[in-house]
């Protein structure tokens, strides 16, 4: 188990070298409103997507073993071309709508409510984005069910690094120095690995085959089923996540400024950019604990045994929490001329909004091993319920700290929501497992453990 989560690991942490470097190259090229800007279009194409994974992401890799392959991806195919398009329609819908949210609680000109309609040109570009994004996702879910772990692993690894060089290539040497040189890096990421997972499926796709749509109509019911499922929770999850990078239009979007290029940039955008970096640097220690959960959720969703479940959800708890108050607790000494030098001018306030975010990240770490427990048992009503708890003490927090604390009224907002979470988790788990909360404490009987366990791996890899 050890080798399976080193080996997840290394994978995950290359992509987020990948991506930690385009945010400071990013931050650097374009400050802080320019940041916010990409933050607010990648945050609005990652809600889009929630609603083409009900569809194109862990129910096909679940379904895919019962089901043949032609009978999955064209369902899936058109589910993802059909979000992309309504996304087309709605999103205008909504940027309407939130300029009147906008304006209603912030006197703030229709004009300049909202980062879509700051940016209209920008609701065609989610749409197209979103299908080719979902497209991509169907590939990589099908290598997965097919068990073709490695070749789903090149294809989510290249994502970040196409970006960031058709990125680089785009703002330095064909001096797109806008949010549309972002937005041509996210169309060849996504484009080119979309491509290349058509040819890893090459074969399945030879022997592709239209069925009945009486079958299909069958298919549709259980990706439904399962999918709303396993998605319900991430979905207000990622919600309750990224829902504050669109308070701060609520409240600030009054404000507006001119950078050098000429282009209009409002204060909304401004924080949010800065505050969006500070996340990065708080979820980047996340990484051991995600690696971790997804071993996890496998070994338990293929066990019968709840007793050793449980066991193993509490040893993952410890090990997870130690090291990411190692590392969440390193990255909140590092003073604010460090992430000046590394993000930027403007980027400053990083430094003190990451250390208001290290209670929450630290409780994240529990809520994460915990919530694939209850995946993995099949109880996703239980996630649904602390993602929402979650989302409530955002809201109701955001609303009042928010305006009168700007991005520091947002870091203890989130803190505090990723505690809610983590809490809620923990009493449910504590009451179906009989664990008592001094059973989170790591002893020296476990330091032990994890010391032996290390060794043997260590000893295992100088032998080969």
């Not at 990589?140 to 097919?146: H, K, P, W």
């Not at 022997?207 to 709303?228: C, H, M, Q, V, W």
């Not at 308070?247 to 940039?265: Q, R």
């Not at 992430?339 to 994460?368: D, N, Q, T």
Request: net charge positive.
């Amino acid at each position: 188990m050890l080798k399976k989560i080193l080996n997840t690991f290394f994978t995950k942490f290359i992509g987020a070298i990948l991506t930690f470097v385009i945010a400071i190259v990013l931050s650097h090229a374009v400050g802080p409103a320019g940041k916010g800007e990409q933050a607010l279009l990648l945050t609005t194409l990652t809600f889009i997507l929630l609603a083409s994974d009900i569809v194109s992401g862990s129910s096909l890799v679940y379904l895919l073993p019962k089901h043949s392959f032609s009978k999955l991806f064209l369902p899936a195919y058109v589910w993802s071309i059909c979000i992309g398009l309504l996304s087309i329609g709605l999103l205008p819908a909504f940027s309407s709508g939130a300029s009147w949210l906008y304006s209603f609680f912030a006197s703030v000109p229709d004009d300049t409510a909202s980062f879509l309609s700051n940016h209209p040109n920008s609701v065609v570009h989610l749409g197209l984005l979103a299908i080719v994004a979902s497209v991509n996702s169907v590939n990589i879910s099908m290598l997965m069910g097919r068990e073709r772990v490695p070749e789903a692993n090149y294809l989510n690894l290249w994502q970040p690094f196409g970006l960031l060089c058709t990125w680089l290539f785009c703002f330095f040497v064909l001096k797109m120095e806008n949010v549309d040189s972002y937005i041509t890096a996210l169309y060849v990421s996504y484009g080119v690995s979309w491509l290349f997972g058509l040819f890893l499926l090459r074969s399945e796709l030879r022997n592709f085959t239209l069925s009945p749509i009486r079958e299909y109509g069958a298919i549709l019911k259980d990706l439904f089923k399962y999918g709303i499922l396993n998605e319900l929770s991430t979905i207000v999850q990622k919600v309750n996540m990224r829902v504050t990078y669109f308070l701060f239009p609520l409240f600030f979007g009054m404000a507006c400024s001119v950078d050098a290029a000429g282009l209009t940039h409002t204060l909304g955008e401004h924080f949010t950019g800065i505050f969006s970096n500070a996340v990065s640097i708080a979820e980047a220690v996340w990484i051991i604990s995600r690696s971790i959960a997804l071993v996890q959720f496998a070994r338990i969703a293929n066990s019968t045994d709840r007793a050793y479940s449980q066991k193993l959800t509490i040893d993952l708890v410890k090990i997870c929490f130690g090291i990411t108050a190692v590392g969440i607790c390193l990255l909140a000494l590092f003073p604010s001329a460090f992430y000046v030098r590394f993000f930027g001018p403007g980027f400053g306030e990083v430094a003190p909004l990451v250390r208001l975010l290290v209670p929450g990240s630290l409780m994240a770490s529990i809520y994460l091993i915990i919530d694939h427990y209850y995946s993995g048992i099949g109880k996703y009503h239980v996630n649904v319920y602390a993602a929402l708890c979650g989302l409530l003490f955002t809201v109701v927090l955001g609303l009042v700290l928010i305006p009168r604390y700007n991005i520091y009224g947002a870091a203890i907002t989130t803190s505090v929501s990723y505690a809610a979470n983590a809490i809620f988790l923990m009493f449910v788990f504590k009451k179906d497992s009989g664990f008592s909360l001094h059973d989170y404490c790591i002893s020296r009987y476990d330091w032990h453990n994890y010391v032996d366990g290390l060794k043997s791996y260590c000893n295992e890899i100088l032998k080969k």
